[in-house]
């Protein structure tokens, strides 16, 4: 590749972006009383020199103060997979806060059962719990494993993401032992105190982990996806399930961002047994909500421990997890939206997307590959695809990343801003997929040619 062009062509991006862009410069420019100018750090993870800012959104559209319009295929990074503001969601939310009133009440509403039976006939696990986000719902998951083991370290892969639990921030370092990962801010204590770490497709790895015998759970995604989509080998979930019975640790799933495989994730999808499941993002149709789901064994054996404290000060809930706004949001996402039927036509449009992003790889003869997770799609420069987070991480290029980012932005289409990912909703179309085909070839011909 050619640097000096990409850098210059990144400048050129980056100038037109300031261009198009003046009131949310000036936005930005205000916001002196906000920390990092923005309301959650993680905002300035953006290619240029300052995010866009909203003004209105719907369906698989958003519209920027500036008075553009974005095809958007970042979704809120999952968060808006049942797309922006689904009518079914927004009737709910109307009628429980405006309609009914009462968004919590500290009272169960009778929609929390038929999101758990629900979740049941997705994803198997039998009892549920609600939260307001993934990583409370992992948080969660934890104490329990710990509690009914007796064991205190959490087992996760390098660079998979759990969220900000304390005990996910640890990778494999270049003497192939854990340590904690770059960036990690302000850790109570040293993580290796807390977790292990095994390289994600590495079942010896794994083993010689789990051998230490002070392992709670395993905490992972079926497949990486916040470090790039890394899919798992033939055998190797297979592996983890058989190793984690026989070492007597607990297996979680993370569906957070893997749900895009299908209705039910990849434990449906792939026929997974875990003894809990994650959840957040995507389910509450833009309304915060997470869940997780235990065994019927595991939810019996943990109800049944007296020394457990389960409905006070056990660490395990919150005021607003499970209010009646947020499962009504749920029941309608599940039930009206993010149907069998809506994942069907996502994993057919992925399909179509994938397919034009490899056929720009294919057109310059780039060592670059693009990998799918159902209705989930990301382009990597490295072929093969990593198989490793480790690997994953290696192959990022940030000025390159940026120049894709801002030339698709500046033309009207946003990927998710943390790495190359593009992800349908029930309202994407089929134009929406080849639009994104058409710009990105013209990205790569401006690059290449």
């Known amino acids: 590749m050619d640097r000096v062009r990409l850098r210059r062509l990144l400048a050129r991006e980056s100038v037109e972006a300031q261009r198009q862009n003046p009131r949310s410069k000036a936005a930005y420019a205000r916001a002196d009383h906000l920390f990092g100018r923005v309301?959650?750090?993680?905002?300035?993870?953006?290619?240029?020199?300052?995010?866009?800012?909203?003004?209105?959104?719907?369906?698989?559209?958003?519209?920027?103060?500036?008075?553009?319009?974005?095809?958007?295929?970042?979704?809120?990074?999952?968060?808006?997979?049942?797309?922006?503001?689904?009518?079914?969601?927004?009737?709910?939310?109307?009628?429980?806060?405006?309609?009914?009133?009462?968004?919590?009440?500290?009272?169960?509403?009778?929609?929390?059962?038929?999101?758990?039976?629900?979740?049941?006939?997705?994803?198997?696990?039998?009892?549920?719990?609600?939260?307001?986000?993934?990583?409370?719902?992992?948080?969660?998951?934890?104490?329990?494993?710990?509690?009914v083991t007796g064991r205190p370290k959490i087992l996760v892969n390098s660079y998979s993401y759990h969220g900000s639990v304390d005990e996910s921030l640890i990778v494999v370092g270049p003497d192939g032992r854990g340590t904690a990962r770059p960036g990690n801010v302000g850790a109570?204590?040293?993580?290796?105190?807390?977790?292990?770490?095994?390289?994600?497709?590495?079942?010896?790895?794994?083993?010689?982990?789990?051998?230490?015998?002070?392992?709670?759970?395993?905490?992972?995604?079926?497949?990486?996806?916040?470090?790039?989509?890394?899919?798992?080998?033939?055998?190797?979930?297979?592996?983890?399930?058989?190793?984690?019975?026989?070492?007597?640790?607990?297996?979680?799933?993370?569906?957070t961002h893997t749900f895009s495989a299908g209705p039910g994730g990849c434990t449906a999808a792939w026929g997974l047994e875990p003894d809990m499941l994650t959840i957040g993002k995507a389910i509450g149709g833009g309304i915060p909500a997470g869940a997780y789901g235990l065994s019927a064994e595991l939810a019996e054996l943990l109800l049944g421990r007296a020394d457990l404290d389960l409905v006070d000060m056990g660490g395990v809930g919150g005021t607003l997890a499970g209010n009646a706004l947020s499962v009504a949001a749920t029941r309608a996402t599940l039930e009206d939206v993010l149907t069998d039927q809506a994942f069907a036509a996502m994993d057919e449009l992925s399909r179509r997307f994938e397919a034009g992003v490899r056929a720009g790889i294919e057109r310059w003869d780039l060592p670059w590959s693009v990998s799918r997770?159902?209705?989930?799609?990301?382009?990597?420069?490295?072929?093969?695809?990593?198989?490793?987070?480790?690997?994953?991480?290696?192959?990022?290029?940030?000025?390159?990343?940026?120049?894709?980012?801002?030339?698709?932005?500046?033309?009207?289409?946003?990927?998710?801003?943390?790495?190359?990912?593009?992800?349908?909703?029930?309202?994407?179309?089929?134009?929406?997929?080849?639009?994104?085909?058409?710009?990105?070839?013209?990205?790569?011909?401006?690059?290449?040619?």
Not at 40 to 55: D, E, H, Q, V
Not at 227 to 232: A, D, K
Not at 383 to 403: C, I, M
Not at 406 to 419: D, E, M, Q, S, V
């Open 39 to 147: 309301p959650m750090t993680w905002m300035n993870k953006t290619a240029g020199a300052f995010p866009r800012y909203l003004a209105a959104a719907r369906g698989a559209r958003v519209m920027d103060i500036d008075g553009h319009e974005y095809i958007d295929f970042c979704l809120g990074d999952t968060g808006a997979m049942a797309g922006h503001s689904p009518d079914a969601v927004a009737a709910a939310v109307q009628q429980r806060f405006t309609d009914l009133g009462g968004a919590t009440a500290m009272l169960p509403t009778e929609d929390a059962e038929w999101v758990g039976a629900e979740l049941t006939r997705r994803f198997g696990l039998t009892r549920w719990s609600f939260s307001l986000t993934a990583t409370d719902a992992n948080r969660w998951a934890i104490r329990l494993a710990r509690a």
């Open 188 to 255: 109570p204590c040293d993580v290796t105190l807390t977790s292990r770490v095994a390289e994600f497709n590495d079942l010896d790895q794994l083993e010689r982990e789990l051998a230490h015998g002070d392992v709670a759970a395993v905490l992972m995604e079926p497949a990486l996806t916040n470090i790039g989509i890394v899919l798992p080998e033939p055998g190797y979930l297979e592996g983890v399930r058989e190793l984690t019975r026989r070492s007597g640790a607990l297996l979680i799933n993370d569906e």
């Open 373 to 449: 997770l159902g209705a989930r799609s990301e382009y990597r420069f490295a072929n093969p695809a990593p198989r490793t987070g480790t690997q994953s991480a290696a192959a990022s290029d940030t000025d390159l990343e940026d120049y894709l980012h801002l030339y698709l932005a500046n033309r009207g289409l946003l990927l998710t801003p943390f790495h190359n990912m593009a992800l349908m909703c029930p309202a994407t179309t089929d134009k929406d997929v080849d639009t994104h085909t058409e710009v990105f070839g013209e990205a790569l011909s401006e690059l290449f040619g």
